[in-house]
């Protein structure tokens, strides 16, 4: 299995930045892709941003409300991957998950990504 540890939320002024990280351990060799959601209170949870992890392409994938204003980007050997998030906006406000996909699922799906880290809280006031 995996194990995955996210940090870096906090309170933000809209307009401001913020910049999440991951980090895996456990089998990480198993690791596809990597992959941010966010969850906020009644809704379901978002895909915002993936990156694959050992592909020879450095695929990344954006959620249109983030695109533009966010960056995902990975460093394997010290097994973290990254969501830098600028320009925060009220409607980004939500509980961001970390997860991976083992086995090459479709990457703006929840359901395709085997294990979760704890979440880390992002709010952004107005």
């Known amino acids: 299995q995996v194990q995955l540890v996210e940090s870096g939320g906090g309170l933000v002024q809209a307009g401001g930045s913020l910049r999440l990280s991951c980090t895996a351990s456990?089998?990480?060799?198993?690791?596809?892709?990597l992959g941010w959601f966010r969850q906020a209170p009644g809704r379901k949870r978002e895909f915002v941003a993936a990156?694959?992890?050992?592909?020879?392409?450095?695929?990344?994938y954006y959620v249109n409300s983030v695109q533009g204003r966010s960056a995902i980007s990975k460093d394997n050997a010290k097994n973290t991957v990254t969501l830098q998030m600028n320009s925060l906006k009220p409607e980004d406000t939500a509980v961001y998950y970390c997860?991976?996909?083992?086995?090459?699922?479709?990457?703006?799906?929840?359901?395709?990504?085997?294990?979760w880290g704890q979440g880390t809280q992002v709010t952004v006031s107005s």
């Open positions: 456990g089998r990480t060799a198993d690791i596809y892709r």
């Open positions: 997860g991976v996909d083992i086995s090459r699922g479709t990457y703006y799906a929840a359901d395709a990504y085997t294990f």
């Open positions: 990156i694959s992890w050992n592909d020879d392409d450095d695929y990344k």
